[in-house]
């Protein structure tokens, strides 16, 4: 009689349960990295809404009135860059009870706030 070729059931198993193990372990990893990632733009969201709030801060000192956008900030050479956050979504600022907020929703829809400190 001829041997059939093939592997055994234990040798399947074996490899089935080596590639979970493995499989398992690049998902914690690609997790903990998607994750990492999204702390980084949050933290680069609150070092650009420093810049951003001092740039209302000088606009409203030099020139006597806050600014009514973002825009105004880039125009007049107060701010550099693209205007976008690090979700590539734009800036925003909104007035609120006379105080300007720094605006910019992330790739889910969620709106992140930093309150700037310059006052009407």
């Given at each position: 009689m001829k041997k059939r070729g093939g592997f055994s059931v234990v040798e399947l198993?074996?490899?089935?349960?080596?590639?979970s193990i493995l499989a398992v372990g690049v998902r914690q990893t690609a997790t903990a990295y998607f994750a990492k990632m999204e702390q980084n733009k949050i933290s680069e969201f609150k070092a650009d809404?420093?810049?951003i709030s001092q740039g209302v801060f000088y606009y409203a000192f030099f020139e006597g009135e806050p600014p009514?956008?973002?825009?105004?900030?880039?125009?007049?050479?107060?701010?550099?860059?693209?205007?976008?956050?690090?979700?590539g979504t734009p800036y925003e600022l909104v007035e609120s009870s006379g105080t300007w907020k720094v605006v910019a929703a992330d790739d889910k829809g969620k709106r992140h706030v930093y309150a700037a400190q310059a006052e009407r």
């Open positions: 198993l074996v490899a089935v349960t080596v590639i809404a420093v810049s009514s956008s973002y825009r105004d900030l880039m125009e007049q050479g107060y701010l550099v860059g693209d205007g976008l956050s690090p979700w």
